[in-house]
């Protein structure tokens, strides 16, 4: 049967109005489009990178701080999936056991080494002996090779890194379409995947390095200063600075 729009059973039908069901699905595809125009709005702008970039530059600052005041070397850890994965980019933060020669100030620890050389062996010209220090529990002088596996072990130990954890600090992980690549003065191109270190140091700087956050086409750059670990985020791509 069909209806004329100016029958009385027409009439009658448009004054009932619209069913449970048929509100319900016009709500649904209501709030599907909503979300399409979100996320699209989202990609457009960089929200989330924009975000994540400022969460960033607060970690970077916070592990500078907690380098120069704890005395350690420490590290912050990015886990770089490959680009074609759907894997989120990880980062958390690592320290030393003590603060870990840098090749800023190699040239002031090879001073002192031959500095200690000189004096030992003005030491063993004296006929002094300077491993009497180093006894065993029975009174026993151990050898140059055991010498040198204790040391071996000791520096092994204060230059082995494991997990810093704080509030400011603690384990992040990247959101969805966010992707993040790491450049530092030590490489000649960034890292896009794979494993990359940002390192500070107790001394009270760190490397200066570019972190990128991209999402769609647009593009974050973490600007870390060496010297005083200060992070300036710019909204776009900063050369990689030629060696």
């Known amino acids: 049967m069909r209806f004329s729009p100016f029958s009385a059973a027409w009439r009658q039908r448009s004054r009932r109005g619209l069913t449970l069901i048929e509100i319900s699905i016009a709500l649904a595809i209501a709030a599907v489009l909503f979300g399409a125009v979100a996320i699209g709005i989202g990609a457009l702008t960089g929200a989330k990178a924009k975000s994540s970039a400022v969460e960033m ?14 005395g350690k ?61 180093y006894t065993r ?5 151990p050898s140059a090779q055991e010498l040198m596996a204790q040391e071996k072990e000791r520096v092994e130990e204060t230059t082995k890194f494991s997990s810093f954890t704080a509030e400011e600090v603690g384990p992040r992980e990247l959101p969805a379409g966010v992707s993040v690549s790491v450049w530092t003065r030590q490489q000649h191109a960034a890292v896009e995947s794979g494993v990359a270190y940002l390192y500070f140091f107790p001394q009270g700087y760190t490397e200066k390095a570019l972190v990128y956050l991209r999402q769609g086409e647009n593009v974050w750059t973490l600007d870390v200063s060496p010297l005083t670990g200060k992070v300036n985020i710019v909204a776009e791509a900063l050369e990689v600075p030629r060696s």
């Open 73 to 133: 070397t420490c590290r912050l850890v990015f886990e770089i999936p490959d680009p074609k994965s759907e894997e989120a980019t990880r980062y958390h933060a690592e320290c030393a056991g003590s603060g870990v020669t840098t090749s800023r100030d190699r040239d002031s620890a090879l001073k002192d080494d031959a500095k200690a050389r000189t004096e030992r062996a003005r030491a063993h010209g004296s006929g002094r002996d300077e491993r009497r220090n």
């Open 57 to 70: 530059a607060g970690v970077i600052r916070s592990l500078y701080d907690s380098a120069a005041l704890s």
């Open 137 to 141: 529990s029975d009174n026993s002088t």
